[in-house]
C-alpha cells in the first residue's frame, strides 16, 4: 500500500557519533566545545572534573575565573544533574565555549541528565570534547551516552531541513582504559539508538505511517540486525481466525498486519533452560506490541482533541521492533519474538459496530460494546497466537492502552501489571535503572465480573478501574503462561523537552526492556 503522502519523509538527523581516547579534553584538537564535570565539593564548593586545569592553562582562563563563573552571584548549584554553565572563549583556533555541566552525586540518572543537558548546549555544534564521563562507573557512562544521544533527538517534515542539528560528534576525553569502554559504548549506542528509532517511529504522521508501512519499518530492522521477519496480511489474517484485528482495521483504507521478527543468540550466551525432556534450548521471551497506527476511536468516535495525539497509538509496537533490532548488541541471552499487531481504527461504511461480536485466535468471543477500545481486542489474537503457538517461557505486552491510566499516574511513570512476581520484579528494576520507571498495578481479581458480557465471553469495554479492567482482558489470553503488561498510555507523550525526553512522543520503553533483555538471565526464577 503506498502511502497517501508519496512525497515521503526528508532525510531526518542522526544521533551524535562518539570516539572514545585517553586525551584530556584540551588535547583534542579541532573541537568546538571542552565540556567538564561540575561536582559538589565540600562545604557548599565546587570542584571541576579532569582536564578542566590543563584546559584552563591553555584557553588562558584562570582556574578560579571558572570556579566564580559557577559560583558567582546568579549562577544556580552548578554541581546539579544537568546544570550547564557557559563560558565564553576568545582568542583560540578552534574553541568557543568551555562548559561546565553537573553531575550531582555521579549516579547513573545524573550522568544520563548530564549527557542530555550536554547535547542540547551543543546543538548545530559539530564537535564536542569531554571529560564528563571519565569519572563514572560503567553504568553511568552509559547512562551519559544514552542520555547525550536522546537529547539530541529531532525529527522533522520541514521543506526547509531541520531547524537545529545534533552535534555530529562527541569526544569522550580522559578514560585511562578506553579499551575497556568500548563494549560498554558499543551497548549504550544500541540502547539509545532504539529508543531513538521508537520515538522516531511513534513520530512519523499516520498520512505515511499505516501498518504496511510499519511492515516494512520492521523489515528494514531485521534486514539490518539479522533477524527472520514475517508479515501476515489480512487474507493470512482471515485464515488464521484473527477476528480481532481484523474487526479494528477493517474500516481502514490500509489494512491490517501482523509482524513477527524473530531474535536466536549466537551460541555462547544461550542460557541453558532444562525441559521436562531434559533436552536444552534457550529459553523463548515473546514481546507484543500494540501496533495502532492511528486511533479515531472508530464509530464509538473520539473528540477532536483526544485524537489529536493519536498517530502515536502504535509506540507499543514501535518499542518491540527498536528492541528486536538491539537485542543481539546487548547480548540478549534467550530467544526473543516480536509480534506487532498493527491496524488503523478508522470510520468507514465497513466499521466494526458497538455491540458486534468478535472471534479472536483460538475461538473466544468478545462483544465490542465500545470501538475506541480497539488495543485490546488486537491484542488478545496476539497474544492467544504466542500461547498456542510459540511456547513462550514469558510474555510481555506494550500498550498505549487507556486512558486512565494517565489519570492514575501521570505523565512519568508507566503501569505495570504481571502475574509472576519475579518478572514485576525485574522489569520494574530494569525500568528504574534505564530512565523508564513504572509502578506495579493490580491485577485485581475482584473486577473480575466488570468483564461479563450478556452474550459473548467478555466485554471490551467493562468501565472503571479502566487501566485494571484492560489488563484483566488480556489476561483472559495468556493462560498460565507468565505474563507482563506495560500500560504506556500515561508516558507516550512528554509534555515539554526535559532532559532526555523530547516534547510529543517518548517511544517510551526501548529502554527498560533492553535493559532487562540484556541482563545475563532474564527469565530466571519466572516459573
Ligand atoms: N489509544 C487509547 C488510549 C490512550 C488515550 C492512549 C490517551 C494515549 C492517550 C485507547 O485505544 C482508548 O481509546 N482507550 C479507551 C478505552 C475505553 C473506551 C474503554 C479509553 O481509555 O478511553
Ligand atoms: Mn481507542
Ligand atoms: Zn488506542
Known sequence: MTPSDSAGLPPQVSPPQFALSTLLPDAIGGVEVLAFPALPGPDGSTLLGPGADQAAESLGIGLLDLLDALTGPGADAPGKPGQVTTLPVGGHASVRRVLLVGVGDQSA???????????RATRDVDAVASSIAAIAEPDGFEAFVVGAMLGSFGFHWRSTGPEHTPVARIVLAGHADAGELDGVLRRAIAIGGASWRSRTLATVPSNLKNPEWLAEQAREVAADSGLEVSVWDEKELAKRGMGGLLAVGRASA?????????????????????????????????????????????????????????????????????????????????????????????????????????????????EVNNTDAEGRLVLADALAYAVDQLKPDVIVDVATLTGAVRVALGSSIAALYATDDTLAERLLDSGRRAGEPSWRMPLASVYDEKLASKIADVDNAPGGPGSITAALFLQGFVGEVPWAHYDLASVGDATADSFEWSKGPTGWGARALLEWLGSDDPVKGIR
Open 109 to 119: 540518572p545524573a550522568f544520563r541528565r548530564a549527557g542530555a543537558a550536554l547535547a
Open 254 to 366: 490500509t489494512p491490517p498486519r501482523l509482524i513477527r521478527l524473530d531474535y536466536t543468540p549466537s551460541s555462547g550466551r544461550t542460557s541453558g533452560k532444562r525441559t521436562t525432556r531434559g533436552a536444552r534450548r534457550a529459553a523463548r521471551v515473546v514481546l507484543v506490541g500494540k501496533g495502532i497506527t492511528f486511533d479515531t476511536g472508530g464509530l464509538s468516535i473520539k473528540t477532536a482533541e483526544g485524537m489529536a495525539t493519536m498517530k502515536r497509538d502504535m509506540t507499543g509496537g514501535g518499542v518491540v521492533i527498536s528492541v528486536l533490532g538491539a537485542l543481539a548488541a546487548v547480548g540478549c541471552p534467550v530467544r526473543v519474538t516480536g509480534l506487532v499487531a498493527a491496524a488503523e481504527n478508522a470510520v468507514g461504511a465497513d466499521s466494526v459496530r458497538p455491540g458486534d461480536v468478535v472471534h479472536h485466535y483460538g475461538g473466544r468471543t468478545s
